[in-house]
Structures are given as C-alpha cells and as structure tokens.
C-alpha cells in the first residue's frame, strides 16, 4: 500500500504545474489525500487537503487562490494545481493520505496521523 508522486519540476515564476499522488493498494476515493511541502531550512508544513467526499481544505493563506486540488477516482490519482507560482513555492512536496475526512493543520502532530507518505517531488520556482 503506497501513494507516490510526480510532477515536480523547474518553472518560471508565474507558471504552472501540477503534481499527481498516485496510489497503489487500495481505492484513493476512501481517502482524504493532503498536501505537504518542506522548503530548505524550513519545517514540513501542511499547505491543503481534500476529503474523500471533495471538500477541500485550505491551511495556508500563501496558497489561497493560487493551488487547489482535484482526485480522479478512475486513474486513482489526486492532484495539486498549483499555478502563479512563486519562488517562496520551492519546496519538496508531499501527498499523505487517511481514511475519510482531513486532519486539520491546526492539531498538533497532525501529520502524524496520515497512514501513507509518498517520498516526494522536487519543486523549483527560479527565473
């Protein structure tokens, strides 16, 4: 039972990208799925999550109206667009998963409450 991700890349600030959270095991549509991202120097921070019924959840205002997120059940993958991207947006990225409903980014260890981790993907906004 694992998720993985893709998509990281180097884009332009101002670009586009989207990251894909692959799962393998079992059915991703039972699953919150959030989003995580680490910045060097920085602790890992939870940036958005999307519940198994689609509600998604916001936890960082540096994000709001820039990234959103979507799951394709059939393709059992879920996804973070992310678009005007900033430098500030460099950052390994994360997807995690739990049963149902979001952790929220305001309990303490919530992280550690999320079943499965993908190892991650490299995202660089550089001109």
């Known amino acids: 039972l694992r998720v993985e991700e893709s998509g990281g890349d180097l884009v332009q600030p101002g670009g586009s990208l989207r990251l894909s959270c692959a799962a393998s095991?079992?059915?991703?549509?039972?699953?919150?799925v959030a989003w995580f991202r680490q910045a060097p120097g920085k602790e890992r921070e939870e940036i958005l999550c999307?519940?198994?019924?689609?509600?998604?959840?916001t936890y960082r205002d540096s994000v709001k109206g820039r990234f959103t997120s979507s799951r394709d059940n059939a393709k059992n993958t879920g996804y973070l667009q992310m678009n005007n991207l900033e430098s500030e947006d460099t950052a390994v990225y994360y997807c995690?998963?739990?049963?149902?409903?979001?952790?929220?980014?305001?309990?303490?260890?919530?992280?550690?409450?999320?079943?499965?981790w993908g190892q991650g993907t490299q995202v660089t906004v550089s001109s």
């Open positions: 999307i519940s198994a019924s689609d509600t998604i959840t």
């Open positions: 995690a998963v739990t049963p149902n409903t979001c952790i929220s980014a305001s309990r303490a260890n919530a992280a550690d409450e999320y079943l499965y």
């Open positions: 095991g079992f059915f991703l549509r039972y699953y919150a």
